[in-house]
């Protein structure tokens, strides 16, 4: 095997970071803010190879007391963050858990968690099998330098 096709068979496998009879996630972290902080969000992107809808509906971690969905609005010029009781993910479909979006929050968490340190979530779908990913946690501070 050439080194383009061994580095690019290794860039595929670092971006998909789990996968679930066809429930892809991708590009998953969390963020690690300073110590003490016993609250944080994680993103990913989750891809629904299925031939069926997928609506994710919550979330668990041994690193976190809870985990809820959140999205940020925009209303009036303010920007909003507030819990949603699922997400829909269209078969065929894509969607993005981002910085100013669609979002996991962790709540209660059980230590600091540092740059480097990995972390398993379990994402719980209606409708379709619940996937585990181990996420790596990204310092807030790696975020601003990218």
Known sequence: MSLGKYVGS???LLTMTACSDGLIVSDAYIRGLPPG???????MTLTNGLNQECRLVGATSPVASSAEIHA????N?????RPVDE?????GGSISFEPGGYHLMLFGLQKSLLD?????????FEGCPKVTVTMPVHSVLREKEG
């Open 10 to 12: 290794l860039l595929v």
């Open 37 to 43: 902080q016993t609250v944080t969000a994680a993103f």
């Open 72 to 75: 940020h609005t925009h209303q």
């Open 77 to 81: 010029g303010t920007m909003s963050m």
């Open 87 to 91: 997400v829909v993910l269209p078969k």
């Open 116 to 124: 480097g340190e990995e972390y398993r979530v379990t994402l719980l």
